[in-house]
């Protein structure tokens, strides 16, 4: 009895594995494999670390997916972004190496290109699918190198086609992500390496690249549609990076608030707040307001799942156009124009304060915006040793320097002058004063000449 409930047991295993989609078998499976993992490629940048308070080399590994015959690579931001040297092995074993090309952290999405001069083969192209087309319930493989090993595939359905990420979430680096673009939901099996790799339909292509799992649950992992992949890789071939516009909304969904506002079903988007010194303040537009036209297109986020969708109809303008926007503010409707302004780097240039024992950031304008700065006048504090002067002295993570001994601090170039300048004379004792929180503190650090190794280059 027991050994025909575990034929029974090994049956219904094999005929769950096997109904792969409807009216497909194994062979499916094979070539939509064939078609794809000859493109697949297994990434290895050593990439610059600073929030430990000092510059750390630190070797990582992802997987990327050949997209264009010249030899580009689409990968993950979190994976390529912050690359100083890129080594990738490709379908046949061999190793090339690979430059950095452009990333959009916004969309955890990064380009780069191989190195074919000396390379022997031939290089394999995955073609692109529609993520648009893709449905619930849907066969899809999932390719890459987890935890380093060989590229392997792993087999799943599509769970959900709009997850959605608070734009809260932050990459490894400290950039927000997640604002234009919802995710692609699914249980193949995505582990740490599968992160750039791609989501595959049983057609042999491409829907989606790989780019977070949890461990907070069985199951659970999540690609970037493909046809948010097309609009970022063509921008960064043809200009090296994503324009966006940006007015300085932040909405929400109006779920449960309809009632309140007196709206009508599945109409307009609240405006939650808006960033100080934004277009959309200059524009007079306020928090509570709600947006039921945007260039004479009917608007709705009644749904979370519907901001990304609202945020990238603004970001896709032309930066400097201007946007006609019908509001309804109490009982009243107006009519507004916001002229849009270019989305600045999301964060800045970092430095290493050898022998201080910390590293700072230049601010950027949307760092002085999502900190709440009056200006972007001084550095940021990425990361503080701790063990060192900096730490002793209460040094924090967050905290923007704008003086080194009662000197003024306008920019990184300021800061990194006046470092330097201090290396050489050998001060031993550093008063900064930084902004905290809306305060200011001072620190004093007590150096000593044998911490350092010289002003830096």
């Known amino acids: 009895m027991l050994r025909t409930l575990?034929?029974?047991?090994?049956?219904?295993a094999g005929s769950i594995c096997g109904a792969v989609s409807p009216g497909a078998g194994q062979s499916d499976i094979y070539r939509a494999r064939d078609r794809v993992m000859p493109a697949?490629?297994?990434?290895?940048?050593?990439?610059k670390n600073y929030r430990t308070g000092e510059l750390e080399k630190q070797a990582v590994v992802g997987s990327g997916v050949i997209f264009h015959p010249d030899?580009?690579?689409?990968?993950?931001?979190?994976?390529?972004?912050?690359?100083?040297?890129?080594?990738?092995?490709?379908?046949?074993?061999?190793?090339?190496?690979?430059?950095?090309?452009?990333?959009?952290?916004?969309?955890?999405?990064?380009v780069i290109k191989l190195d074919l001069s000396e390379y022997p083969g031939e290089i394999h192209v995955a073609q692109f699918g529609n993520s648009d087309s893709a449905q619930v319930g849907q066969y899809v493989l999932a390719m890459g190198s987890p935890f380093s090993l060989s590229r392997s595939v792993s087999a799943g359905v599509i769970s959900t086609r709009d997850r959605y990420f608070s734009s809260d979430v932050r990459l490894p680096s400290g950039e927000r992500t997640g604002r234009y673009n919802l995710w692609i939901q699914t249980d193949a099996a995505i582990n740490p390496?599968?992160?750039?790799?791609?989501?595959?339909?049983?057609?042999?292509?491409?829907?989606?690249?790989?780019?977070?799992?949890t461990?907070?649950?069985?199951?659970?992992?999540?690609?970037?549609?493909v046809n948010v992949v097309k609009d970022v890789t063509g921008a960064i071939i043809e200009h090296g990076s994503v324009t966006r516009s940006w007015i300085g909304l932040h909405c929400q969904a109006l779920q449960e608030l309809e009632n309140h506002f007196g709206t009508?079903?599945?109409?307009g988007v609240l405006i939650s707040s808006i960033d100080p010194g934004s277009p959309a303040e200059a524009a007079f537009l306020k928090a509570g307001d709600i947006i039921l036209e945007l260039d004479n297109q009917q608007v709705s986020a009644r749904f979370v799942e519907e901001l990304p969708r609202f945020y990238a109809m603004i970001a896709n303008r032309e930066p400097g156009s201007e946007l006609k926007l019908k509001v309804?503010?109490?009982?009243?409707?107006?009519?507004?124009g916001v002229r849009t302004r270019q989305l600045g780097d999301l964060m800045g240039e970092d430095f290493e304060c050898k022998g201080w024992g910390f590293t700072v950031k230049a601010i950027t304008r949307q760092m002085q915006i999502e900190n709440q700065l009056d200006d972007t006048s001084g550095v940021m504090v990425v990361g503080v040793k701790r063990a060192g002067s900096a730490s002793e002295g209460g040094l924090?993570?967050?905290?923007?320097?704008?003086?080194?001994?009662?000197?003024?601090?306008?920019?990184?170039?300021?800061?990194?002058?006046?470092?330097?300048?201090?290396?050489?004379a050998a001060e031993q004792r550093i008063l900064l004063t930084v902004n905290r929180s809306g305060a200011v503190r001072y620190v004093l650090m007590k150096t000593d000449e044998s911490e350092g190794e010289g002003p830096s280059e």
């Not at 575990?6 to 219904?12: G, N, Q, V, W």
Request: aromatic share 6%; charged share 20%; hydrophobic share 45%.
């Open 6 to 12: 575990l034929i029974l047991a090994l049956l219904a």
């Open 40 to 47: 697949v490629v297994h990434i290895q940048p050593v990439i």
């Open 71 to 110: 030899g580009y690579v689409v990968t993950n931001y979190h994976v390529a972004g912050k690359a100083e040297r890129i080594i990738c092995t490709l379908e046949d074993k061999e190793v090339v190496p690979a430059r950095f090309v452009g990333g959009d952290p916004s969309t955890d999405l990064a």
């Open 193 to 213: 390496g599968n992160s750039g790799g791609p989501l595959v339909d049983m057609s042999g292509r491409v829907i989606g690249i790989n780019s977070r799992a």
């Open 215 to 225: 461990f907070l649950a069985n199951n659970l992992g999540f690609a970037i549609p």
């Open 264 to 267: 009508a079903r599945n109409t």
């Open 328 to 336: 309804l503010r109490g009982e009243q409707t107006y009519n507004f």
């Open 396 to 424: 924090r993570r967050g905290d923007v320097i704008t003086t080194l001994n009662t000197r003024p601090v306008a920019s990184l170039t300021e800061f990194v002058a006046l470092y330097n300048e201090l290396k050489a």
